[in-house]
Nanobody
Framework: QVQLMESGGGLVQAGGSLKLSCAAS????????MGWFRQAPGKQRELVAS???????SYAESVKGRFIISRDNAKNTMYLQMNNLKPEDTGVYYC????????WGQGTRVTVSS
């Protein structure tokens, strides 16, 4: 069992930045897949960014060049640096890890005002 706790969400003006954190209750060193998802009001949850154990990283087209996913294995924490935020980035952001079993965090809300 792994607990995930997101933090770092909030209200920011368009063009601003936020850094989300996802702290895991145990080591993430050998976790196969880690990622950030978001769910905007009235929309389905979508993948924002993901990283796999080999080091490969992928981003949704809508966030390429603006968001950066990273992980600090020593701190059991994954991050999402979000720059040049847009109102359409508004939503609840969830972290997810998958290592045969999928675990989700409870989400952190991001609101970008125009």
């Amino acid at each position: 069992q792994v607990q995930l706790m997101e933090s770092g969400g909030g209200l920011v003006q368009a063009g601003g930045s936020l850094k989300l954190s996802c702290a895991a209750s145990r080591s993430i060193t050998n976790i196969i897949s880690m990622g950030w998802f978001r769910q905007a009001p009235g929309k389905q949850r979508e993948l924002v960014a993901s990283t796999i154990h080999s080091g490969s990283i992928s981003y949704a087209e809508s966030v390429k060049g603006r968001f950066i996913i990273s992980r600090d294995n020593a701190k059991n924490t994954m991050y999402l640096q979000m720059n040049n935020l847009k109102p359409e980035d508004t939503g609840v952001y969830y972290c997810r890890i998958a290592n045969g079993i999928v675990y989700w965090g409870q989400g952190t809300r991001v609101t970008v005002s125009s």
